[in-house]
């Protein structure tokens, strides 16, 4: 069965930094395209960052964009978010995403909680 585990969050000061960690079984990870989602409470759930199959693309929400890397490798089947310069509106939980071809599939995390706060 397809799982995806994430790990890394944690509570943070604003200014500090956090590396989230998306670990695949369970699928060919590198047919898939993987993406970092946030949702805060309140709010809709927002794409944050995600990146081809190869890795040789990324995308960026503006919110983030100059703070935020995705990376990810495809020898042990993990993508990273490196988080740096956190701000308290970056607090929310991220959720990893790997999605395919239709007949490949979509697949989520369970999500992990990042709370940037003095």
């Known amino acids: 069965q397809v799982q995806l585990v994430e790990s890394g969050g944690g509570r943070v000061q604003p200014g500090g930094s956090l590396r989230l960690s998306c670990r695949a079984s369970?699928?060919?990870?590198?047919?898939?395209?993987m993406s970092w989602y946030r949702q805060a409470p309140g709010k809709e759930r927002e794409l944050v960052a995600d990146i081809t199959d190869t890795g040789d693309s990324t995308t960026y929400a503006d919110s983030v964009k100059g703070r935020f890397t995705i990376s990810r490798d495809n020898r042990v089947n993990t993508v990273y978010l490196q988080m740096n310069s956190l701000k308290p509106e970056d607090t929310a939980v991220y959720s990893c995403?790997?999605?395919?071809?239709?007949?490949?599939?979509?697949?989520w995390g369970q999500g992990t909680q990042v709370t940037v706060s003095s």
């Open positions: 995403n790997a999605k395919g071809l239709s007949v490949l599939g979509n697949y």
């Open positions: 369970g699928l060919t990870f590198r047919w898939y395209v």
